[in-house]
């Protein structure tokens, strides 16, 4: 792996490591592919609007989310190509060549974080 890709990967998960970001990045996976309108997301997360933009622009920057406008609303989604190459890159290393972890713990509905 190129050091130009780590130092992507590493900058989406610096995007990632604020927990309202990843509020933003969990609803809008769960609105994949629709995504939602900016108004929606601030009335589910409960987040001032000024916040918001500021979140949502920086994971736009990272590329983890796309926009688009429509009429008068600004839609944003998930970037499922972005979020697959991130998790893509995590994936090689731990559950293919190491095996510190086994892919059916990750991808199990009933896996549960150990802390």
């Not at 809008?28 to 000024?50: K, T």
Request: a positive charge; hydrophobic letters at 40%; glycine letters at 6%.
């Amino acid at each position: 792996m190129k050091s130009d890709d780590v130092e992507r990967f590493a900058d989406m998960f610096a995007a990632l490591g604020s927990s309202a970001r990843l509020r933003i990045m969990r609803l809008l996976m769960s609105a994949h592919p629709n995504g939602m309108i900016v108004g929606d997301i601030q009335a589910e997360l409960d987040i001032p609007g000024s916040t918001l933009s500021h979140h949502l622009e920086k994971l736009k920057m990272e590329g983890l989310v796309d926009s688009r406008k429509v009429k008068q609303w600004l839609w944003y989604s998930a970037n499922s190509q972005a979020l697959q190459g991130l998790l893509s890159f995590l994936y090689e290393e731990c559950c293919t060549r190491s095996g510190i972890v086994e892919p059916v713990k990750i991808t199990s509905s009933k896996a549960k974080s150990k802390r």
